[in-house]
């Protein structure tokens, strides 16, 4: 069956990095466009990147120029660095697979949690 399988979160400190990586299994990778999304107890879940099956990528206002969202189809995974985080970036990761490009996210990940404290 289809899996997304997230790793890579943790807790980092203000300004620090982290990379975050899905796995993705069961379909056929490199026909999906992907993105990565955050959501936190009691907000609306947040788009933070995503990126088309020709690598172009596209990135949420918060996280434009700290973030960077690449895929390698070689190895059905996607990634998120992350630098310069800040506390606003703390929640649940989790990539998502869309397949069309339409926006419509029909595989997802079970997410990664994020922390980012001192």
């Known amino acids: 069956g289809v899996q997304l399988v997230e790793s890579g979160g943790g807790s980092v400190q203000p300004g620090g990095s982290l990379r975050l990586s899905c796995l993705a299994s069961?379909?056929?990778?490199?026909?999906?466009?992907m993105g990565w999304f955050r959501q936190t107890p009691g907000k609306v879940r947040e788009v933070v990147a995503s990126?088309?099956?020709?690598?172009?990528?596209m990135y949420g206002d918060s996280v434009k120029g700290r973030f960077t969202v690449s895929r390698d189809n070689s190895k059905n995974t996607l990634y998120l660095q992350m630098n310069n985080v800040n506390v606003e970036d703390t929640a649940k990761y989790y990539c998502?697979?869309?397949?069309?490009?339409?926006?419509?996210?029909?595989?997802w990940g079970q997410g990664t949690q994020v922390t980012v404290s001192s």
């Open positions: 998502a697979a869309d397949y069309g490009c339409q926006g419509i996210y029909g595989y």
């Open positions: 069961g379909f056929t990778y490199s026909n999906y466009c």
């Open positions: 990126v088309d099956t020709d690598g172009s990528a």
